[in-house]
């Protein structure tokens, strides 16, 4: 049986002729057209970015390697038990493009608790922070302190072939991920549960498993734990986090700068905080409706009276999708079976029963259906992680799994430094014709 490291190998020789053969016998072909809007618009939808690790299907939602994320849930291994797959097995897919069998995913369970031990100085860096300090700071701090330890580094001072980058990048990403859950969970706990201590990993459990172990929580939230992983992992290159691990890494700046970059940029607003945006709306339906679920007539004039005040529904519409979000469709049906009753779960039932009608009736948006962020912070609420800032942390580990898996594949490509050309406001308006 081979190990995912060789596996991993074996796949890059196959694919390095694909990448070489486009640049030197089709440079010239001409595959996109960039608007003047998109220029001002922040790039939105033009065609300059590569990675064969996911792709956003506007009807059928994120696909890893080709594969619909419902087919991923079914096919990835599970640990005896367990609805959900190993986030173990998500790492294996994103590198070699094949579901891993129940074996390979344990040696790879295996190797990654055995890359888990922390220098104490990371825990040194975290207990510096004051309590008042955002998780995210931290985490990102954290993982940047980690930077000594990357093999990277040691490699490319003593001399590599470029066609060797991968080898020790493989090594710091596949380290990076077997720590940065422990250091989220430490994060939590140090900062919004002190009283509990810090819970050393069990090393008979797999990454979604120990991490619920370490938050101090019960099944099953180690099926949460995998689920929002997974569903986070990535969502193709041109997102701020993915597009910002990526521009790091292509300076070859090492993996821990690059995570710790995207983590920053995951940060923003616009980005990373919509789930936690989309939980303090409907409790603040919930508080209006007097905690009484609403029927679907009284619902339905709530959602108008949001629109016509100007106001938008959270959670609802994507930039891409033009269906419900399959990251959405994943969470409902966990809540279906294990939190029907819970009181924020059945407002996010009654607006799943009436929002996308009015949406389209409404006629403003493209897409009247509800995303991953309209589900995942009532789940995260109802098992006790209430502190709405570690939600972007939540968020951040899942998206390391896509991040590094990329780099990986940089490296082993050979992708050069990303440098887009720019072009001033009066060149933009002669090159649309407006005259001074």
């Not at 057209?33 to 690790?53: E, W």
């Not at 959270?314 to 399959?326: I, N």
């Not at 409902?332 to 799943?352: G, M, S």
């Not at 996308?356 to 995260?380: F, M, R, Y």
Request: charged share 25%; hydrophobic share 35%.
């Amino acid at each position: 049986m081979k190990c995912l490291k060789q596996k991993l190998y074996d796949k890059i020789e196959q694919h390095r002729p694909r990448t070489k053969r486009l640049a030197k016998e089709f440079g010239d072909v001409v595959v996109d057209q960039v608007k003047a809007g998109q220029i001002i618009g922040g790039m939105r939808g033009i065609k300059s970015l590569i990675t064969d690790i996911s792709y956003l299907d506007p009807y059928e939602g994120i696909r890893y390697r080709g594969y619909t994320l419902p087919e991923v849930f079914e096919k990835l291994p599970k640990a005896e038990g367990a609805e959900m797959p190993y986030v173990e097995g998500l790492y294996y897919l994103l590198l070699t493009g094949d579901i891993p069998t129940q074996e390979q995913v344990e040696a790879l369970i295996m190797d990654m608790n055995n890359r888990r031990i922390i220098p104490k100085y990371v825990w040194d860096v975290v207990d510096s922070f004051p309590s008042e300090s955002h998780p995210m700071a931290i985490l990102s701090a954290a993982v940047m302190s980690l930077e000594r330890e990357s093999l990277f580094n040691v490699k490319y001072r003593h001399g590599i072939s470029k066609m060797d980058y991968w080898d020790p990048t493989y090594e710091d990403a596949t380290n990076l991920l077997a720590k940065i859950p422990l250091i989220g969970a430490y994060i939590y706990n140090k900062l919004y549960h002190p009283e509990k201590g810090h819970r050393y990993p069990d090393p008979t459990l797999d990454l979604g498993a120990n991490f619920a172990y370490m938050m101090g929580k019960e099944a099953p939230y180690d099926d949460v734990a995998r689920m929002y992983f997974i569903i986070h992992a990535d969502h193709e290159s041109g997102n701020v986090s993915a597009h910002t691990g990526h521009l790091i890494a292509s300076s070859l700046s090492d993996v821990y700068y690059a995570v710790s970059g995207m983590i920053n940029g995951l940060a923003g607003p616009l980005h990373g905080l919509a789930n936690q945006e989309v939980l303090r709306w409907l409790q603040g339906l919930k508080e209006q409706m007097g905690d009484k679920v609403p029927s679907k007539e009284e619902m339905k004039k709530y959602v108008w009276d949001t629109l016509n005040s100007g106001q938008v529904i959270p959670g609802y519409g994507h930039a891409v999708l033009r269906k419900t979000d399959p990251r959405y469709t994943v969470q409902r049906e966990f809540c279906l079976k294990h939190l029907p009753d819970d009181p924020l779960f059945k407002y996010v039932d009654a607006l799943y029963q009436v929002v996308p009608d009015i949406l389209k009736e409404h006629g403003k948006a493209k897409n009247p259906w509800p995303n991953v962020d309209a589900q995942s912070g009532v789940v995260q609420w109802h098992y006790g992680v209430k502190e709405y800032d570690f939600y972007t942390v939540l968020f951040s580990i899942g998206r390391s799994i896509g991040v590094l898996s990329n780099i990986i594949w940089d490296r082993a490509l050979g992708y050069p430094i990303e440098r887009p050309k720019s072009i001033t406001t009066d060149m933009l308006e002669e090159m649309v014709g407006i005259s001074k």
